[in-house]
């Protein structure tokens, strides 16, 4: 147990030591690196919600065009029935 709490104290004081230690031309290679991955990780969330409120759209859209279906089916029927009793009556 002792070894893992020396490694974890000593790579904490290794990883401190290197932040103060370097230049500071690299840390600001570092934190416009970081900047750049915030913004992804924001345009990213602004995506997945365009996705999710597109998606509730869509399943409103498709309910609506599924009795739009329905209702010209029943007029089809409608129709047919009505065309055949012409026809019918021509005949006659």
Known sequence: ???NNTLQ???G?????VV????PAF???ILFIL?????IGIAFLIYLIFIIIRAIVQIGSARRIKKISKN???INNKLDLLVHKNIKRAKK
């Open 1 to 3: 147990m002792d070894i």
């Open 9 to 11: 104290i000593n790579a």
């Open 13 to 17: 004081d290794i990883a401190n030591k």
């Open 20 to 23: 103060t230690n370097m230049p």
């Open 27 to 29: 840390q600001d290679n």
């Open 35 to 39: 900047n750049i991955i915030k913004a």
């Open 72 to 74: 010209v089916e029943e």
